[in-house]
């Protein structure tokens, strides 16, 4: 009567999404203010002042049935244009406006470009740790996830990717900065893995698949663009993060021109984004963010937070990976099973998401996307739980 798998997708939601729901419980029950919840990758940090200004602008000026309308099923075609020219000045790529298809955040642009790629039986490399949902969606695509480990830095292993290439092997996707350690990977590393996929690609185009939601956050450590390490790469970005917009669901598909058939890879896209139902993402904010291109929220706030709790931590005794990027902390968890390490926490109202299924043992992701009153309120439980495993 049912599709199974949806249902159960359904009744067994992330575990990302199950502490976030339970923190908002516990906030209804003792107060907002005394629930610690670092769960969700949720922006805290006030959009840039291009995105308030360009609302108003457009709300002035523009007719209704043009700002709130429909726009063409890729995008309105000013705003592709927008986009490919900033991609050709700032990255140099000659980008063109009809290999930009414009999306409803990343979640779309991801499994719009899986449907456009997969076919019976291919395989997805994902590095672990990679964020959860990269599972489900290639799943859905009818695709097979294949895990490979990254190395002891979380830093791409080349002769683990290597190893696991096959003839089924169709993509491998990318996300640096990183969601959860905030690695960013260099371009070194990035030239040597496009020059690995180059060789693998003699008999079929592997595709390299490029989560970018982070681009913009980093501390100063630069990050590659992927379309100059590799020719068959696929771009996915969203405006979520940069421009503090998660609840507005806006982004981009540019397909790199030097892709092998990167016209009926763009069609595939079309097609896909067609079946699925996203056509047509949400015509406000694609205008607003084609005038915010390249810019993003206070980067300082986050590295203060990220400084902080960074500081507290390990004076705490707990070891942490410094991120380059994004605003996530992953922290070893000092017993074996991080999720009993994270059931422990909620005993002094921390929520921290176990690395189990980004696909690493032994961690706890901490977001420090969140007010800084809530981590200086935060660091003596943090302190407490420490002396409960370190003395």
């Known amino acids: 009567m049912l599709n199974k798998t949806m249902q159960k997708l359904g009744e067994e939601r992330s575990v990302i999404r199950e502490i976030f729901e339970y923190g908002n419980r516990r906030a209804a029950e003792i107060g907002r203010e005394n629930v610690f919840d670092f769960s969700l990758g949720n922006p805290s940090v006030p959009s840039p002042a291009c995105v308030r200004e360009e609302i108003d602008r457009l709300l002035a000026t523009m007719p209704a049935e043009v700002l709130h309308g429909y726009t063409s099923a890729a995008g309105a075609p000013d705003v592709r244009d ?36 997969c076919e019976e039986g291919d395989e997805f490399i994902v590095l672990t740790p990679y964020f959860p949902e990269y599972r489900v969606f290639i799943e859905a695509a009818g695709g097979v996830c294949r895990e490979v480990k990254t190395d002891a830095r979380f830093h791409i292993d080349l002769a683990a990717v290597e190893g696991a290439i096959n003839e089924h092997t169709k993509g491998i996707l990318v996300n640096s900065p990183n969601n959860p350690t905030g690695v960013v990977y260099d371009e070194e590393e990035l030239k040597a893995l496009g020059e690995l996929l180059e060789e693998k690609s003699k008999e079929r185009p592997i595709f390299l698949i490029a989560d970018e939601p982070y681009r913009e956050l980093t501390y100063g450590k630069q990050v590659p663009y992927p379309m100059n390490v590799y020719q068959n790469t696929v771009l996915c970005y969203s405006f979520s993060k940069s421009l503090s917009l998660a609840g507005e669901r806006i982004g981009y598909i540019a397909v790199s021109p030097s892709c092998v058939g990167a016209k009926e890879i763009f069609a595939a896209v079309c097609g896909a984004g067609r079946s699925l139902g996203f056509v047509c993402a949400p015509a406000l904010f694609q205008r607003v963010c084609a005038k915010c291109l390249g810019k993003s929220s206070d980067i300082g706030e986050y590295r203060k937070n990220r400084d902080l709790l960074h500081g507290a931590l390990q004076k705490d005794g707990f070891e942490c990976v410094e991120p380059d990027g994004a605003f996530y902390l992953f922290v070893k968890s000092p017993e074996p099973d991080a999720k009993a390490f994270a059931e422990r926490a909620k005993k002094y109202e921390l929520l921290l998401v176990p690395s189990d299924s980004f696909g690493v043992p032994g961690y706890v992701r901490v977001s420090y996307c969140v007010a800084r009153s809530t981590i200086e309120h935060s660091l003596p439980a943090f302190e407490q739980l420490a002396k409960e495993y370190f003395g």
């Open 82 to 117: 927008a986009v490919a020219n900033y991609i050709k000045t700032s990255f140099g790529v000659p980008m063109t406006a009809d290999l930009v298809y414009m999306t409803c955040g990343a979640a779309a642009s991801l499994t719009i470009t899986l449907n456009a790629l």
